[in-house]
């Protein structure tokens, strides 16, 4: 279990159940400063991490690392899996050793149902579950640990008052006390409390590909109170949790990170948030802002382009102007008004939680998302949501069809009009995604434009080839000519040197060799500068990362990276028009 760490400090009482005027309890806070980027405190021994339900038989249970394929089942209980015998071993003395026979017993009650049933596939354990019968066999052992758990809020009372989830939390406490052999009512009553601990204080566990993935509660950690706009954000990476700020921080500051997706309108996140039982009142909240008023209030816009600290920070919206003063606010003529935007997100809501988007069926979420958020996107407010999703959309559409060239359209569209507004900070993980997705479209979508084309002739034979015949006569597959065009005139090699550096530079710092994302951005740079004839292009991108407010290496950034990022954005409006109306 984790103590608090140097750099942090808990403050406050422990709100009491009804407390007049409402407090917000306990709080995280500074005792030092920290700069924006910077590692505030690793958080490596949880009181509870795990895999969600579905991917405990998949994903190893130690490393909990999505990109290892080849995982065993532990022989004993055979509901979780490991890569290997060194995370089996880990995992085994850290939680499984007090776990696996309670396994055992769920699966093989699990198997019995579904044997009843012709048809039934055994479900796997639900993840509140899991996490509580982990809980209750750990207390076992430990009062530390149960007195630790006991400090936690429980929102109880709250929870109680909601009698659908109220009597979900009971199935859920029945189905852990039975395999804990916990029999008793006061016993169950206690597990229910623990269980309201585990909902008000874990962490939806995020993989480094940003895929959710499970639980995890650490009980200093748990102690950070949540805001719309933090200044600290937390990112997972194998057992551990990094807390990172945002923004400056000063010593006495307290640190404020978001429970949710903060890039939803008011009344969704207030929806939300109701779990908490408390109605959030930061500045964002009490002057229903949206993501572009939000991010003017950023105190970080400038690291865009100030790379005077001691770590450097790329965008591919470097202008500070744009950042600061979007056209977009400037349109007073195409005013969408909160109400407007709270009802498209309402009237959209369902496609979000709709799991068959990922079976192929995005184009007839994106025409109903296209016809609601007319108002928004002829006020171009993409990255409000629910029309950023629109945008995502589209970029997913591309790679189930392979079409990489208008996938590069919308990832650069994305990564310039959507995601500086939704987040702020260049180095958010979302942000490194997002320039990932470019960075991977680029080698892909050049493989359309054959390397020897010069002649305006044989770009129109080629254009035509590809729109005719052979397994590009798919017409999810043709190319505009205009996109083609651009690709045709890019340097493509430095725009994906450059894309792969940024990356690299704006990663978690402390954690980036366990972020796939980044790690894979180095094993492609490295690919790409041991090729002899990127030499040049290799000293350029240095020369460049090396001292980027160099005018002529300004002049460098503009031409060959944002001037082909800048065309091919320009048409992804229209490609997209073009796409759901098809
Ligand atoms: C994970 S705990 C955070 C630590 C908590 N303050 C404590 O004392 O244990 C979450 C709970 O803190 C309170 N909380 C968190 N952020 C809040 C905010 N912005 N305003 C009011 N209460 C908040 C709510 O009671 C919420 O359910």
Redesign the pocket.
Known sequence: MSSVPAGLEIR?E??RPGQLP?S????LFATRSFAPGQEIAVFSKPLLVLPSGPDAATVCNYCLDPRRESVKLCTGCRVVAYCGPACQRAHWSRFHKVECKALQAAFASAAETAAAMPGAVVQPLPTPVRALMLLLLQWARSPDIRAAVDR??S?THAFIANPQLWDDFKMQAAAACKFCSWFSEEQIKTAIEALCRIH??AFDRFDPDLFLSGSFVDVTL??????CMPNAVVGFAGQAAYLRAQHPIAAGDEITISYIDWTKPRAERQKALRL???Q???PRCRDDLDVYQAAQLSPVLALNTDWSSSQKFFSVVPSLDLLRNPPVLRDAAHNVTPQQVEAMYATTYELFRDATLENGNQLGAMRTLYATCQPLIKAKRWAVEPLAQLVRLALLYCIDVGNYAHLLVFASFNAQHVDPYQFPVPFASWRTKGLMNIAKAIPHAMMLVMADIPLPQAAQAAREARSLGGPRADPRRVVDPRVLEVLESMTDGCLFAALLTMIMHNGPLGHSERWSPLDNARVLLAGFQAEPQHEAMKELIDDWYNDPSDPEMVEVFDELILEPLNRLSALAPDLLEKLVKQ
């Open positions: 406050g422990k709100a409402a917000r309890g306990r709080g936690l809020e929102n008000t204080n748990a102690m950070a109170n949540h805001a908490y039982n408390f959030c009142s930061c």
